[in-house]
């Protein structure tokens, strides 16, 4: 019912920069939550970053200060600003999208993930 699509992946040096986007679409009733996983090969999936409807952010250790998530609320898009990246960043990047269907219910959504890999 609610699809996202994510874009910006790619290839980048060390130290440079890439910018990822996901915009949802369909059936939102309220969207309450955007955040962005990765998960890198033989690795669990973790958080990277979240931003609340409030404005409040949640970043892993391992990228603050480098990494910006925004959102923009009349595209219902969700964006990750990516500096200064490492090798270790490398990693499928998923995002995803909460939205509250009622009083205590949620439902989440997920993107189809989009590669990044950081090499020299």
């Known amino acids: 019912q609610v699809q996202l699509v994510e874009s910006g992946g790619g290839l980048v040096q060390p130290g440079g920069s890439l910018r990822l986007s996901c915009a949802a679409s369909?059936?939102?009733?309220?969207?309450?939550?955007m955040s962005w996983y990765r998960q890198a090969p033989g690795k669990q999936r973790s958080l990277v970053a979240a931003?609340?409807?409030?404005?409040?952010?949640n970043y892993a250790d391992s990228v603050k200060g480098r990494f910006t998530i925004s959102r923009d609320n009349a595209k219902n898009t969700v964006s990750l600003q990516m500096n200064s990246m490492k090798p270790e960043d490398t990693a499928v990047y998923y995002c995803?999208?909460?939205?509250?269907?009622?009083?205590?219910?949620?439902?989440?959504?997920w993107g189809q993930g989009t590669q990044v890999t950081v090499s020299s």
């Open positions: 931003l609340s409807n409030g404005g409040s952010t």
């Open positions: 369909g059936s939102i009733f309220s969207i309450v939550g």
């Open positions: 995803n999208v909460r939205t509250k269907t009622g009083t205590s219910t949620f439902a989440a959504y």
